[in-house]
C-alpha cells in the first residue's frame, strides 16, 4: 500500500486530472515499483526525511517520466502521482518545522516517498 497520507491525496486530487477513486490505485502501483528499488535510492539519492515508515528523497527534476515509463503511466498520471508524492513532503515538512526549505527544494527537484515495509 502507498505511504501517502489522506490529506496529501486530498490535495493532490483536487489538482490532478485523474479522478478521486483512480489516484490510490495508481498510487499503490509506484509503490510496489519503488520498494523494490528502495536499496538503490538510498546509495544514490539524497535522504531528506525518514520516519512515520517513510523515506523521502530528494531526485532529479525528470524522475518521474522514467517512473512512469516503468509503470506504464500517461502524462496525467505521472504528474497527478508526482504532486502526491509532493505534497506529502510538504505536510511533512509543515509538521517538523521544514516547510521552507522541502519548498525550496521542490523548486528545483522532486521527490520520491517510499514506504517502508516491517521488513526493512
Not at 92 to 120: M, N
Request: proline fraction near 3%.
Amino acid at each position: 500500500m502507498h505511504p501517502i497520507d489522506g490529506q496529501a491525496l486530498l490535495l493532490a486530487t483536487a489538482k490532478a486530472s485523474v479522478g478521486p477513486q483512480d489516484l490510490p490505485n495508481l498510487l499503490d502501483a509506484v509503490q510496489a515499483d519503488l520498494s523494490d528499488g528502495l536499496p538503490e535510492y538510498r546509495r544514490r539519492y539524497e535522504l531528506v526525511y525518514e520516519g512515520d515508515a517513510t523515506c523521502v528523497f530528494l531526485v532529479e527534476a525528470d524522475h518521474w517520466a522514467t517512473v512512469a515509463e516503468r509503470v506504464g503511466l500517461d502524462s496525467r498520471e505521472r504528474d497527478a502521482v508526482r504532486r502526491a508524492h509532493a505534497e506529502h513532503l510538504r505536510r511533512i515538512g509543515s509538521r517538523e518545522d521544514r516547510r521552507e526549505e522541502f519548498e525550496t527544494a521542490l523548486d528545483i527537484r522532486s521527490c520520491v516517498v517510499i514506504g517502508e515495509s516491517d521488513g526493512d
